[in-house]
Structure formats: C-alpha cells, structure tokens
C-alpha cells in the first residue's frame, strides 16, 4: 500500500522552519528578528516565501530601494538588493505594463519600497511582491505607481516586473499631482475566482494637496496581476470628498464656505488598507482607513469593487493615519483571531494606547472590542505555532503579544525589540 504524506502548509512569517511565525520588528534602526540584528532603515516590511522552499523570507523597504532576505534553519541570510537604476530603460506609459523590463528608472525621490504586500497572484506555488513608489513623478508630482516582481525556483526576480500607474493605459482613473498612488498595499481574492488580487490606494492626503482619493482593485490571474478589469472606488463616491480648488486654496470662497470646506477636509483616505472575508460570502473584503474614527467597508464581487452596500464603521478614538505626519494610529491588520471562519481586523490607536478589535461576522464586522497595547503598528501573527493568530504591537520601544481564548484576551508578553513596524 502506498502512503502519501501531505507536506504541512508553511507558516507565514516563519523564517527559521520551527512553525512558529517571527517576531520581525523594524524602523530608522534597522531591524530585529529574534537574536539577529539586520542594519539599515525600515519604511515598510513584509515576509513571503519567494522561492518555494517552506520557509518566510524578508522584504524591507527603504532608502529608496528593497531588500530580500531569503529563509534558512538558521536565520535569514545575506541581502539582495532591488532598486530602480538609472542605467536601465525608463518605464513607458504607452507600452501597458512594461512587463518584462525590469525596474527601469521612476523618477528622483520615488519612494519605492515605502509600501509593500505578498501574495501568490498568479497561484504558480511562489509568493509574489508588489512595491509601491508613491513619490514617483509621472508627468504629475508624486503621481505615484506599483511595481509587481514575481517569485520563482531562483527566488524574486524583476525580469518579468509589471508596472502599474493611473497614466498605463488599462489603469482607471487619471494621473494627479500628489495623487500617491501606492501609498498602501493589500491583497486578497476580491474576485471569488481563487486568484489573489492586487488593492492599492491611491490617498491623496498631502496636506494642502487635497484631491478625489481612490481604491484600486486590479484581478490576479495565471499570467499575473493584470491590467484587465481593474476596479476602483473614488472617495467622491464615499463622503464627496473631492478636488476644489477654492476650499484648498483658502481663496475668498474657500474656507469661509462650508459646502468647500466640507468638501476639502485634511483627513486621511486610504493611508492604510486590509482584505479579509469579514463577511459571509466568497469574496474577500476591503477595509480601508478613510479618517478619524472611520474605517470604510468594500465588500468584494465577481467585478472587484464599487461602492454599492459600503459601510462606513466608527471606532471612536483610532485617528486617521497619515504617512507626511509620521501618525501611524488606525494601522490595521486581519485575521481569524476566534477560528470562527470570518477574519477579524485589529486597528492601532497611539492615542488610546489600545487596540480595537471588529470580529467579523454573516453580516460583517461588529462594533470594535477594545484590548490594551495600541501602538505604531499591529500585526495578527500565529507566534505559538497552535493555528491561531496572536495580536503583535509594537509601540517603538517596545513590542507586545497578546493572546486569545476564543474573543477573550487572556495572556500578555512584553519584549524588548524595537521599532515601529512589524512584518505581516
């Protein structure tokens, strides 16, 4: 009789093969994982298996570029680096995608690796990567863009990197001064159709800059994230929150008008971005950080997004992030905390020094559950190695787990790593 042993499915942030997900912990230091310091300034930071080999590997953004270190029973090994070079082609908006060319030249002060997310958007078995640059000039000042690279048996490569921009023709929506595209990453199958696809927002929220922000959706395929059918939901569509020119001047009819002003408000929209199944459908949802005590649902459909049957939640004391501020309260992070079967969201509050937690549920997400250990940045990561997710904060100084029984916070641990991002 033959007996086929089924490889037990890797566990995401697990970067030394003990099943356990990592502690990776990162900022202006550098970052730490477990005993390993690794040197270099942290922006964003997000683990993957690129290569297929079991294990999580590393990517932190920074200083204009990525870094990729790769798993290994004893640690993360050395870094490869990715970074838009002067000496390659420049992207060009008329030829869609420009994929296949590598990461050809953005712009000066691009931004790439300030924003980054994993997933496997062509289901090949290796874990993919989208980079956002929202700095990059695109005709327009920080119009920004998204570059996807691609896992494979060597690990990632940039050889079949695609670009994405709201100037590349199949991308909705029109290039802006200060638009940000790719400010903030996320995937998840939105679709329904088993391929993960691609969320990027493009926020708009520079202070004095105040325009239409959007929600992007663009659909993962056996070819990759693609151009065809992307989605998008406009901020117009949500509170009205679009470009006048006036309200944003302070003009004579700007601030002293409140229909203008109501109109140009300086809160954030779309700093910060999560997919889950929050709902009881197969679709993944968006949840997005639209301001001050707001968290925007997206439910997902066979078409990606739109802003039918969106809702609007409250949770009072969580600010709306903001990158040019520094402010990274309402940071948020997904996962089924409570193994009922729908994923839950985390939200960080710096203010409140808490976390608030909105358990998903047949008709979506419930009224946020408050928990101790807000801070900079959260993350749902299953550190114990027992098939549920445990809450990571992390508050600068220091970083904390908390765990739960069921809905129920029972346990707490405090560790002294530093900075104020965490892996995901």
Known sequence: MLVTLALASPVRGDVNGDRKADLVVGGVAGVT????????????????????????????????GIQVRYGSRSGLGPARTFRPSATAPKFDPRKPGNRGRGIGWLAAGHGFGNALTTADFNRD??????????????????????VVMYGSRSGLTDKKALLLGEDVPGVLGFSQHYRLFGAALAAGDVTGDGY???????????????????????????KGVSLKGDSLVSSGAIDGRVFDADACSGGPDGPTNKDNVAR??????????????????RYADVLVGIGSGK????????????????????????????????????????????????????????????????????????????VPGGGMNVALLDVDGDGRPELATT????????????????????????GNLIAR
């Open 125 to 146: 078995g290796y874990t993919d990567l989208a980079v956002g640059a929202p700095e990059t000039d695109r005709g327009q000042v920080n119009a920004g863009v998204v």
């Open 196 to 222: 993960p696809d691609l969320v990027v927002t493009a926020p708009s929220g520079r202070p004095g800059h105040d325009i239409a922000a959007a929600i992007h959706v663009f659909r993962g395929s056996a």
């Open 33 to 64: 994982v477990g005993a390993q310091r690794l040197p270099g300034k942290a922006v964003a930071l997000s683990t993957g298996d690129f290569d297929k080999d079991g294990l999580s590997d590393l990517v932190v953004g920074g200083n204009g």
């Open 395 to 418: 508050s600068g100084d220091r970083t904390g787990v908390t765990w739960f029984t069921g809905r129920k916070a029972t346990k707490t641990a405090a560790y002294s790593l530093k």
């Open 295 to 370: 968290v925007l649902l997206l439910r997902g459909n066979a078409n990606g997004v739109d802003a039918k049957g969106h809702r609007i939640i409250a949770v009072p004391g969580v600010t709306g992030t903001s990158a040019v501020a520094g402010d990274s309260a309402g940071q948020m992070a997904a996962g089924d905390i409570d193994k009922d079967g729908y994923s839950d969201l985390a939200v960080g509050s710096r203010s409140t020094g808490k976390v608030a937690i909105l358990y998903g549920s047949a008709t979506g997400p419930q009224p946020p559950v408050w």
């Open 264 to 281: 140009c408000t300086r809160q954030a929209f779309g700093w910060s971005v999560r997919t889950g199944r929050f709902t009881n459908d």
